[in-house]
């Protein structure tokens, strides 16, 4: 049970107390009534004795009395009836409530933490090992409250209340005091006829009530002098005469009001009566216009939803609760309420008690019943929380400390030398009378067990007897003399003799079967047992529980087996025995009475977190039961603080539907109290969780929340919007676009797809977007990137670095993407959706955080559209199914420069009815009429409120949790800037790999300011170009030719051949060969108007790898305008989708000539090219053939001469997986010997195999061919000059080697292959047209148009130490064998006549021609080396004659002959091919010489004449 103010002894020794009774004369009551004070009352405070008594025990000892307390009280002559009695208790619960705005009680139990609304004192202790001492401290403590001061104050009134009863006589009087005044005219006449009123009270037939204890009651008579007033000498006289008359020890003389003058308006009096005084009578009396109150079966409970507000007074529990003590007693009569008495009719003084109904009829009725609530407006029942607890006078205003003195002297001496020797002498009479009468009992018993035999009867069980609670035994009866005896004791704490006294009268009533008489023996043999001093013998629990059963089960009387209960719960509680204290509690609970009920509960659930483990949910589950009665009962602010202490418990253990429960009921009692704010949260809590109830359940709290919500609102004069719990918002799903809706497609016209909402976030293309804006800025800002740059972000989202703040451009709109989501199973709809913000005007030059302008907030006119600063978008309807996830994009459009913080939402909430029924079930956001016709809706707003990224950069950051900022809804509004839209027409999808398709793009201003420094980007800038720098290069339209070609074209002869000279700067590569990555936009005067468009040809070139491609164009532009502004530039993106179909393949080899022109100037000049061309199209896109319209090639070095095997009258066309092979003849260019300007220029020479010439050394065909892809070779070289073997500065002569060696066998010749494909399409033939590119780097060495994929790099495993650097590459083997180029020269005839002369002699001339650029050691070996017979056969008819091996040094690219003689002997066929040349570098001493490759074979014919 909860922790209590008293111990158990001493709430048990004040339940328990000597009755002593009050009649008053009429001036007597008027001398007390200048205190506001009447007799019973003035004395109550000094009640208690603060000295020990004295008295002597039956066998003679003496017993020592100490601490006693008596209670006085008037004699009322009617029984309190039941009802009122009920309603009274349901009053003092009432009016204790816990005090607010005080430290509160917090107590650990396992692994909770529970608030128990303890007044004063916090207690936070482990539980299992310092809890006793906790509580020892705590009841010590002069600061500490009750934990329950509700449940004591309804315990000590309803032990005060209870009504005297004929089986006990512990509430019976004892003494009766006579009080009259010394200012009366007969004193000792008034004494008489006070006594005769008390003796016609007791013994007459009239008056059944009050109860007194024995027939000789002690009469003691009190003279009352007026000390203000009265003549002293004249009392002392009339003292001394009731003294002679009465006796000294039954006489006193009480002098009080002593004080004469008036009280300053400084000065204290001391008021010990207010904790003990309040108001008793409830009748006469109005209820406050707005009282919290109903009556409820003549009890006043809280209820009333349109009531005020009401706290009641937050008193001392002591002070607060309306003590019962005036009517405990069976005289608890107010003259002064009830008028003076009349000396003819004393016994009307007390005919209606103070508690009575003025209804009778109302007594029997049902208290608890929560149907029979009814408003009050006016009406005889008053709210005691409104009422003081005493009158408005000060109390005890004439008496002084003297008199108070005189008082309490008063009482020690009544008691001491009045109470105490009565009892004393009753107890031993009693006594006596018990001991003869056992001496006569005992020999008469033992002489009809001699005769007759027998032994003890066992005893019965409570079932097996009789049920004989209607038994009444006569007054004089023996067993009531024992019971007598022993009340007797008990009330003067002789425990042990009551003790023994309650157990014989125990087993006489049980003999007799008077149960309701054996109940109260054992009740009260069980209490004395545990109150013996020293505990001789172990509390009997069992009496109690069978006293209890006995009064509930055979006598049917609640009321007595509610205080066993009470009396034995706090006395197993003090003995640690809490299971059984909760288990006894919890049995008293019944259907009877909801208050009781609740309060045992209570007190059970308290128990349960008192044990030693602490029962922590049976704590909680009893809590709710007990919250349950008490709503029942009318106690609304109980029932609300016992669900509260639940919820403690039961929250976030996972219990959701225990939680929604909780959360509705305390929901529900908050708004009937009016608590509005409590009653909000709580609703809330349901709805904001995942909530497992039914859809019904789920709607019916939805209803219930927006009643509540609504009557909130509606009451509240704030202007601020509440927050509203529906729907969900998941705020770092948040999406912020800055940007326009921009026009689709219109025709043949495609819109840049830019970015979108629609579009989902891409990390790996944003990193490529920003790279491609990186590089575009950094070439506008002269390769530079400026440390302010800022990337731009058109759409943010959770995965964008929203570190800095945005930019947003005035007039141009700004959507939020807000995700919502209904947790609930039923509908929801939202009306008035839009966005809520804050704003501060600044100029675009202004610093943020400066000094601003007064901030500007939508908040309290979201209704209106705040045109002058910023139109905020509004959103009818929004309807959200059940259990959806729903995205809302709303707009702001800023027309002012500053900085803006979108802040959330703001909308009308209501519950959508079913789809249906009203609802348009398939459009989804349309309701027939209006939803909230019943006007069952709420406005309010939720935040957005993002956090931002966790930093994890420094040592801090990692150590703990930061978190950075997250900008995304506090865009910075910029001055206005250009806005371009870009529309493609005649753009394609799908193309042939390496098809050229001619396109126009439209540039569009849609914005009030100019553009320029128009500029295009891109990863992939061989798919497209704008033409070159030189309009002479660029055709002018896409008609150059009769077959509308992109191509500029002529009119030619079959087979010719024609060359250009062109730089790469005209077509925006650079000096070095790279292609160009910023293209800019030519635009007309640099610029673009607002509103201006403009249409330019765009050339496009397929992929040469087949397969989808996503081509991304960044478009780049400034504004005309110089303006102060954080935006300094804007992009625009553009996704092109690219289908590519294979089309053809194409194989180049390039191999030297063996002819040695005799011109100087040609030698080493002639090469070979084979070019082989394969349709591998498998008539895909509809193609049919394709025509090898052209050969062209682009070379600084090299160029096409001619075509070897043109066959005039066979078109150049390939079907389906056809090959082609053609052989072209390639020769130097003579550029650079023959003009300075010719430096750093390509040839271009075209061969066409047509009736046309496309001139590829203009656009489309010169750019895409300078914008190729350049295959993945090494770096080349540097040229040598014609100085000869000087290594140039910074380079080793290893690798100058190496270099010179390279270059023997490299070509750096690029050949364009030009072609036509025939397409059906729709039963239409079309044209096609493209281009192939295949570079030819090495003598030998096949280049292909289709470059393999490199392969992914292999894991580079990680190395703790350096590698050795690896040596220098040399010269391969197939290099080295390049070096010499041989010829071999003879006739290719020769007649001689062997038979005249035998031998045939033929002169043959060796050629040797160095290809390096360095000096070359030859070695010559005309030695045939035969292997087989076969070379023998071939080889054995000739020889060389002469000298057989030549070592000569040939200097760079030098030619050489040598003259040889051929001896042959027969005629025939010889192959002269024979000589083995070898060569290594005249500087490499140690280098063998390699093998050169051989030439063809040389045949020369030997006819014989």
């Not at 929801?828 to 675009?844: H, N, Q, R, V, Y």
């Not at 060389?1440 to 040939?1450: E, S």
Request: proline share 6%.
């Amino acid at each position: 049970m909860a922790q209590c103010l008293q111990s158990v002894q001493e709430f048990i020794q004040d339940s328990f107390v000597p009755m002593v009774a009050v009649l008053c004369s009429e001036y007597a009551e008027k001398v007390t009534r200048k205190n506001n004070l009447n007799f019973s009352e003035l004395v109550r405070p000094f009640c208690r004795l603060t000295s020990e008594g004295h008295m002597r025990d039956p066998n003679n000892q003496i017993h020592v009395v100490k601490n006693l307390k008596i209670s006085v009280s008037n004699v009322v002559t009617e029984p309190p009836h039941h009802a009122t009695t009920r309603r009274l208790l349901n009053e003092v619960v009432l009016a204790s409530q816990p005090a607010e705005g005080l430290v509160t009680n917090v107590i650990t139990a396992g692994d909770y933490d529970l608030n128990i609304s303890d007044g004063s004192l916090k207690a936070s202790v482990p539980w299992y090992y310092s809890w006793k001492d906790t509580l020892m401290e705590l009841s010590k403590s002069k600061f500490y409250t009750a934990t329950t001061p509700w449940f004591e104050a309804y315990r000590e009134n309803f032990l005060q209340s209870m009504p005297a009863s004929d089986h006990e006589f512990l509430n019976h009087y004892l003494a009766c005091m006579l009080v009259v005044t010394s200012h009366e005219a007969s004193p000792v006449d008034q004494f008489f006829k006070l006594s005769q009123d008390q003796h016609r009270i007791q013994h007459g037939s009239e008056h059944a009530y009050p109860k007194w204890f024995i027939p000789n009651t002690l009469k003691y008579y009190v003279l009352l002098h007026d000390v203000s007033e009265g003549d002293e000498q004249r009392a002392e006289s009339i003292y001394e005469d009731i003294k002679q008359k009465y006796g000294t020890q039954a006489c006193y003389l009480l002098k009080i009001n002593s004080r004469t003058s008036t009280l300053g308006p400084d000065e204290q009096i001391p008021d010990p009566w207010s904790q003990y005084l309040h108001r008793n009578n409830f009748q006469n009396q109005e209820l406050p216009e707005e009282g919290p109150a109903v009556v409820m079966n003549n009890v006043i409970v809280e209820n009333s939803m349109n009531a005020s507000e009401t706290d009641g007074l937050h008193l001392p529990a002591k002070a607060c609760t309306c003590s019962l003590s005036s009517i405990t007693s069976p005289g608890a009569g107010s003259f002064s309420l009830l008028g003076p008495p009349r000396a003819d009719d004393v016994g009307s003084i007390s005919s209606d008690h103070p508690l009575q109904s003025d209804d009778p009829s109302n007594a029997a009725t049902h208290l608890d019943g929560i149907d029979d609530i009814k408003p009050v407006g006016t009406g005889p029942e008053v709210d005691v929380r409104k009422q003081p607890c005493a009158a408005s006078a000060t109390h005890g205003a004439c008496l002084t400390l003297g008199d108070h003195d005189r008082i309490r002297l008063f009482i020690q001496e009544f008691t001491f030398r009045g109470l105490l020797p009565h009892i004393e002498k009753n107890i031993r009479q009693l006594n006596d009378q018990r001991m003869s009468r056992k001496g006569i009992s005992s020999s008469l018993i033992s002489a009809t067990k001699k005769w007759f035999g027998g032994g003890k009867v066992p005893e019965k069980s409570i079932n097996e007897l009789k049920n004989t609670s209607g038994l009444l035994y006569p007054p004089e009866a023996p067993e009531l003399q024992i019971r007598k005896m022993a009340d007797l004791c008990f009330l003067v704490q002789h425990y042990d003799l009551a003790y023994s006294y309650y157990h014989a009268a125990k087993k006489d009533f049980l003999s007799d079967q008077a149960m309701l008489y054996a109940a109260g023996a054992l009740e009260m043999a069980a209490v004395s047992a545990f109150l013996q001093p020293g505990a001789p013998r172990p509390y009997p629990a069992h009496y109690m529980d069978t006293a209890i059963q006995t009064y509930r089960d055979v006598c049917k009387n609640m009321v007595m087996a509610e205080r066993c209960a009470l009396l034995s719960a706090e006395i197993l509680k003090s003995q640690a025995k809490y299971s059984d204290a909760a288990t006894l509690l919890i049995k008293l609970t019944s259907e009877d009475s909801d208050l009781r009920s609740a309060l045992l509960l209570e007190q059970a659930a308290h128990c349960f977190i008192n044990m030693r483990s602490p029962m922590v949910r049976k704590f909680a589950f009893h809590m709710i039961l007990a919250g349950h009665r008490f709503s029942k009962a009318g106690q609304k602010r109980h029932a609300l603080r016992c669900y509260c202490q639940a919820m403690q418990v039961y929250k976030g253990k996972g219990w959701s539907l225990a939680e929604d429960h909780i959360n509705f009921t305390i929901g529900r009692q908050s708004f009937t109290l009016h608590q509005p704010e409590n009653a909000v949260a709580a609703f809330r809590h349901i709805l904001i969780n995942d909530s497992k109830q039914a859809a019904s359940q789920q709607g019916a709290f939805l209803r219930e929340y927006l009643y509540v919500y609504k009557n909130v609102s509606q009451a509240s004069t704030e202007g601020a919007l509440p927050q509203l719990p529906l729907p969900c918002i998941h705020s770092f799903a948040t999406r912020v676009f800055f940007g326009h809706d921009r026009r689709l497609a219109e025709g043949e016209k495609q819109a840049a797809s830019h970015v979108s909402l629609d579009q989902e976030y891409d990390r790996e293309l944003s990193q490529q977007w920003r790279e491609l804006e990186e590089q575009v800025v950094a070439i506008v800002n002269r390769g530079v990137l400026p440390a302010a740059f800022q990337p731009t972000q058109y759409c943010l989202s959770n995965q964008t670095d929203n570190m800095r703040f945005p930019l947003a451009v005035v007039e141009e709109p700004i959507i939020v993407e807000v995700v919502f989501r209904n947790p609930l199973k039923v509908p929801l709809i939202l009306t008035g959706l839009s966005l809520l913000w804050k704003f501060s005007p600044k100029d675009p030059g202004q610093q943020r955080g400066g000094e601003t302008d007064e901030v500007v907030s939508n908040e309290r006119e979201v209704q209106a559209s705040q045109g002058g600063l910023i139109t905020t978008e509004v959103i009818s309807e929004f309807y959200m199914s059940p259990e959806e996830k729903k995205v809302a994009r709303l707009k702001l459009l800023p027309h002012q420069t500053g900085e803006l913080h979108i802040r959330g939402v703001v909308y009308n909430l209501g519950a959508a009815p079913p789809p249906g029924d009203v609802l348009n079930s398939t459009v989804g956001t349309r309701v027939e009429g209006s939803v909230f016709s019943d006007g069952l809706f709420v406005r309010g707003h939720q935040d957005l409120e993002i956090q931002g990224p966790r930093l994890n950069s420094t040592k801090e950051e990692k150590t703990s949790v930061r978190h950075g900022p997250d900008r995304r809804l506090d865009p910075i509004i910029t001055p206005p800037m250009p806005l371009l839209e870009v529309f493609f027409i005649n753009f394609p999808t799908g193309l042939l790999c390496g098809e050229i398709r001619k396109a126009y793009v439209e540039f569009v201003n849609v914005s009030k300011v100019a553009l320029k420094g128009l500029r295009v980007v891109s990863k992939h800038p061989e798919f497209f170009t704008f033409g070159s720098h030189a309009a002479a290069l660029t055709p002018l339209s896409p008609g150059a030719s009769e077959n509308c070609s992109a191509y500029k074209t002529v009119a030619t002869g079959r087979a010719s051949a024609s060359s250009t000279l062109v730089a790469p700067a005209d077509f925006g590569t650079g000096a070095d060969g790279s292609r160009p990555g910023v293209v800019e936009i030519p635009l007309p005067d640099s610029a673009l108007q607002p509103g201006a468009s403009v249409q330019l040809p765009m050339w496009l070139r397929g992929p040469d790898h087949e397969g989808v491609h996503e081509i991304n164009f960044l478009f780049y532009y400034e504004s005309a305008e110089k303006k102060v502004s954080k935006m300094s530039h804007r992009v625009l993106r553009h996704t092109a989708i690219i289908c590519a179909s294979r089309s053809l393949s194409v194989r180049a080899t390039a191999c030297r000539s063996n002819t040695l022109p005799e011109n100087s100037e040609d030698r080493n000049s002639g090469m070979l090219v084979f070019v082989d061309v394969e349709n591998i199209n498998t008539n895909e896109a509809g193609v049919r053939e394709f025509h090898i319209v052209q050969v062209s090639s682009s070379s600084q070095h090299w160029k096409l001469h001619s075509c070897i095997n043109s066959v005039e009258d066979k078109d150049s066309k390939l079907t389906s997986r056809e090959r082609g092979k053609l052989c072209f003849r390639a020769t130097k260019c003579r550029n650079a010997e023959a003009t300075s300007v010719a430096v750093g220029k390509y040839t271009f020479a075209d061969i066409n195999l047509g009736n046309e010439q496309i001139i590829s050394a203009t656009t489309p065909c010169a750019d895409f061919f300078f914008r190729r892809r350049h295959p993945p070779e090494s770096k080349k070289p540097p040229m040598l000059g014609s100085a000869g073997f000087a290594p140039p500065a910074g380079h080793s002569a290893a690798e100058h080697l190496s270099n010179v060696v390279c270059r023997c066998s490299e070509v750096d010749l690029n050949i364009i292959v030009l072609w036509k494909a025939y397409v059906v399409e729709d039963n239409k033939q079309l044209i096609l047209e493209g281009q192939l590119h295949v570079a030819l780097q090495t003598i030998g060495r096949e280049a292909c148009s289709l470059t393999q994929k490199e392969e992914a790099e292999e894991m580079v495993l990680l190395k703790f130490k350096p590698d050795v650097p690896p040596p220098l590459a040399k010269p391969s083997v197939e290099q080295l064998s390049q070096l010499i180029k041989t010829n071999l020269h003879y006739p290719e005839s020769y007649d001689h006549p062997f038979p005249q002369k035998s031998l045939c002699m033929v002169p043959v001339t060796l050629m040797l021609s160095n290809c390096s650029l360095a000096e070359v050691d030859v070695i010559i070996d005309l030695r045939h080396k035969a292997t087989s017979p076969e070379t023998l056969e071939v080889h054995g008819s000739f020889t060389w004659l002469g000298q057989t091996q030549y070592k000569l040094p040939l200097r760079a690219q030098e030619v050489r002959k040598l003259r040889l003689t051929a001896c042959f002997i027969h005629a025939g066929v010889y192959n002269l091919g024979t000589p083995r040349v070898f060569a290594k570098l005249a500087e490499q001493g140690s280098m063998c010489e390699a093998s050169q490759q051989s030439a063809t074979p040389a045949l020369i014919i030997i006819n014989g004449v």
